[in-house]
């Protein structure tokens, strides 16, 4: 398996392989970089088919991670931890333990919260180990807990400001969104957007979440192999990532992709093609980092949900400025913000 020679390898500082026997824990923790501060991102337990998957995935969010938290400002560089496991088998206290324990050894060159496969509850076990951690059970009226709703207000704030930028309208009210993934994140979003006048398409491979959904607002589901290509001004993926294809852009009808999902571009070259087809973009890791916000504040402390809702609030702005500048030159989204992530890091640097 290619490490150094790996096609998602971008000078990562280091990669953690670590195995605990008794409790079966085999995870991966890629510090991207820690230029801005201590390397943060989440916690991802997924049935990977292979370890080389597992790599690819902490190669490319650790990356992902250290450009949205530089965009976002927070003191923060960028890593991503990854659980290999069967999503079928429960997670034990053993192996969340020996989790922390793993985050511990790192000494707070990286610091770690839920995503994908992991919840609140699980970091309350990590937390037993390590001080590393974040996205723990809120207290009173300090910011914590899950950082799914503040990623979905992000989210949505950030799909007004495209629908402003792309479709030239000041409100939803009328518009189709197609969520494809009502979990943490989809859930919240899909309140928003019901409370905003969009009608909602959605698809989900968990049929518990589509129903618990569909009982508290109208929706219309679809298979998940329809979602990308759902009749809809919106497409908002919230899901996993690697959607975004050479396949899968010619057959999408809408005219905005703006969704939670990180790692939605499966390449690239793929934000190029949204471009030519005139799809607007919000580049996942500017649009998604309502969550890191929550986890930031939480983490440093001494801060309020005030304080990290008016740091949410401050996503759209930024898109309007890459949205703005992807109009008048023509370029893809995706490579202006990176380019913008880019120059940060290397002022952070120096
Ligand atoms: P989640 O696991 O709670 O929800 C994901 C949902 O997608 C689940 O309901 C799952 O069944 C569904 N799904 C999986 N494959 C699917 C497919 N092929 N078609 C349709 N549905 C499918 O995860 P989440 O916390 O809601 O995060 C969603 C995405 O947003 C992830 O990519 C995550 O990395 C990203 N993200 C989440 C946060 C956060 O605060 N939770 C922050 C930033 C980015």
Redesign the pocket.
């Known amino acids: 398996m290619a490490v150094f020679d790996h096609t998602e390898f971008d000078n990562h500082e280091s990669l953690h392989f670590i195995n605990d026997e008794p409790t079966g824990l085999r995870t991966i923790v890629a510090v991207h970089s820690t230029a801005l501060g201590p390397a943060a991102g989440g916690c991802r337990r997924w049935s990977y088919v292979s370890d080389a998957d597992a790599l690819t995935d902490a190669l490319r969010l650790s990356r992902g991670m250290t450009y949205k938290n530089a965009v976002a400002e927070l003191p923060f560089g960028g890593g991503k931890a990854v659980i290999i496991g069967d999503d079928a088998v429960p997670k034990t206290p053993e192996l969340l333990a020996a989790f922390g324990r793993a985050v511990n050894s790192l000494s707070g060159r990286y610091i770690t919260a839920e995503?994908?496969?992991m919840s609140v509850e699980d970091m309350r076990h990590v937390q037993q180990q390590t001080e590393y951690v974040s996205g723990l059970p809120q207290s009173g009226q300090n910011a914590g807990g899950d950082?799914?709703p503040w990623?979905a207000l992000g989210v949505f704030l950030g799909i007004e400001a495209a629908v402003k930028a792309r479709l030239d309208k000041d409100s939803l009210a009328g518009l189709t969104v197609a969520v494809?993934?009502?979990?943490?994140?989809?859930v919240y979003l899909c309140k928003l957007l019901h409370e905003a006048g969009a009608k909602l398409i959605v698809?989900?491979?968990?049929g518990y979440?589509l129903k618990a959904l569909g009982e508290s607002i109208p929706v219309e589901v679809v298979a998940?192999a329809e979602?990308l290509y759902a009749n809809a001004e919106i497409l908002a993926p919230?899901?996993?990532?690697n959607i975004l294809t050479s396949a899968t852009i010619p057959k999408i009808k809408a005219k905005i992709i703006a969704g939670?999902?990180?790692n939605q571009l499966s390449t690239l070259e793929d934000g190029a093609r949204l471009s030519a087809r005139d799809i607007l973009y919000a580049p996942d890791y500017v649009i998604?980092a309502g969550?890191i916000i929550s986890v930031s504040h939480e983490y440093y402390g001494g801060s309020s949900e005030d304080k990290v809702r008016a740091d949410v609030e401050r996503i759209p702005a930024r898109l309007q400025t890459l949205f703005a500048e992807a109009i008048e030159t023509g370029r893809p989204t995706n490579e202006l913000a990176d380019e913008y992530a880019r120059r940060l890091i290397a002022a952070g640097r120096k």
């Open positions: 995503d994908v496969g950082p799914s990623t494809q993934g009502v979990g943490h994140v989809g698809a989900d491979v968990n979440n998940p979602i919230c899901a996993l990532g939670a999902a990180n998604n969550g």
